[in-house]
């Protein structure tokens, strides 16, 4: 019903209803985020383990902390992981969130903000004091029309910022901080915004924060900042420039460097995000979302500093039409680095789950794979798992991907069919 109201009512009154929920959500909830230090990450990868990072580390300061992401949400004390099927609340949920944050004590806000929750205005109840960016590679080109269209989506919480006034929280006024990743290639378009303090961090160019001396290893990563070393057990290049960002943002917040150091060395794996499932079995299952080609590639990055006799990679590719087109690259992606592919469902929403199948599966074929052979399309997604985990031998990789933690397979209806890879593998593996 929701979706066809949506193609009667024009555009313009869609995005005046969307603008007013996100200004009345505020006020009925008192603006809250008028007295937090609210922190805003947006980008393509990353932006959950930015907040949860940050946020720790912040904990680790001694502050309150609350914050929402992909993965989980934080108010204080209390943490649990993400049942919405979406990386940013709807108005009113995030203003009840910020408030009972406010209530808790808190003194800090991380919100995870998605182009998404930007294209229906859920940012414009919130007065950011800092906005992240951590990259940009194609995601949601239906959604929003073309790359460029998603890249303006992005940009609108860095227009956002400055439009709302500066706090004086205890005394002390904030000021507006833009913190971005020098070496994406659209860094210096959203550095072109206006801020009182622009801060950057790197590994390849000049910035506010470099990474040199850079160490990878299957059990965590080292590096430098000017004499400085920092460790943690996150693993790949890509978790350094997340560790970056977080710097950066804990540098604005005055925290001393060795309670940074300390707080990386704790910090431990996020779920669904790289994470190795143990029961026991002689051989590796690692669970991770990589929904899209870079985060793929990257995934596959990593994994080249293990040395793993067979890869069996079990994928899918969300429906709901989003991003057709990355359907057959993360096939030929997927059948390039493992050794057996198995394609199953996913989140078809309202597509046609078999269609999406057949479409990641012929990327797979003209990368090289034989269906039946090295290559298989299961429907179940509980039997596919299964199916790689009783090709697993002595030192292999079962690798699962496109869902991470999430909590539910969403299909026809806006019907949502509870899951979670990670207990999936633990119940088949018992």
């Known amino acids: 019903m929701k979706s066809f109201i949506k193609k009667l009512v024009p555009e313009f009154i869609l995005d005046l209803y969307h603008k007013s929920l996100a200004l009345v959500g505020a006020f009925i909830y008192g603006r809250p985020s008028n007295k937090l230090i609210v922190i805003g990450v947006t980008g393509t990868n990353g932006k959950s383990t930015v907040v949860n990072l940050i946020g720790y580390i912040l904990e680790e300061a001694g502050h309150k902390v609350g914050w929402t992401s992909t993965i989980n949400f934080k108010v204080a004390d209390k943490i649990w992981l993400n049942d919405q099927k979406m990386t940013m609340p709807g108005r009113f949920a995030i203003q009840k969130l910020l408030k009972q944050m406010l209530k808790k004590n808190c003194s800090h806000a991380i919100i995870e903000t998605s182009s998404e929750g930007i294209k229906q205005h859920r940012h414009l109840g919130i007065n950011y004091d800092i906005a992240v960016f951590t ?69 390849n160019k000049e910035a506010d924060f470099k990474a040199e001396d850079i160490k990878l290893t299957s059990s965590g990563t080292f590096f430098k900042i000017e004499e400085s070393t920092y460790k ?23 925290i001393k460097e060795e309670i940074i150091k300390q707080a990386l060395i704790k910090y431990q794996v996020l779920s669904g995000r790289y994470e190795f499932i143990d029961q026991g079995q002689n051989f590796k299952v690692m669970v991770d979302y990589a929904p899209e080609p870079e985060s793929m590639k990257n995934l596959y990055e990593t994994l080249n500093l293990f040395k793993f006799n067979h890869i069996i990679h079990v994928l899918g590719s969300c429906g709901g039409g989003r991003d057709h087109a990355r359907r057959p ?28 199948i057949n479409e990641v599966a012929q990327g797979a074929i003209k990368a090289g794979k034989v269906l039946n052979h090295n290559l298989f399309k299961i429907m179940d997604r509980k039997e596919a798992i299964s199916y790689a985990l009783s090709l697993a031998q002595k030192n292999d990789l079962v690798l699962l991907t496109g869902k991470g933690a999430e909590q539910f397979i969403c299909v026809a209806d806006n019907k949502k069919i509870p899951w979670d890879d990670r207990e999936i593998v633990k119940e088949l593996l018992k």
């Open 135 to 203: 990259n940009l590679t194609p995601e949601h080109l239906e959604t929003h029309g073309s790359f460029e269209n998603y890249k303006q989506a992005k940009a609108k919480l860095f227009k956002h910022l400055t439009h709302k006034p500066k706090k004086n929280i205890k005394g002390k006024i904030i000021d507006k901080t833009i913190i971005i990743n020098n070496d994406d290639e659209f860094g210096s378009f959203f550095l072109d915004f206006k801020a009182d303090q622009k801060l950057t961090f790197s590994i």
């Open 329 to 356: 690259v993360l096939g030929a992606l997927a059948a390039s680095k493992a050794d057996y592919v198995i394609v199953t469902n996913e989140d078809p929403y309202n597509d046609d789950p078999q269609l999406i």
């Open 232 to 254: 943690n057990n996150l693993l790949g290049k890509v978790n350094i420039y997340n560790c970056l960002a977080a710097i950066a943002i804990a540098n604005t917040q005055k």
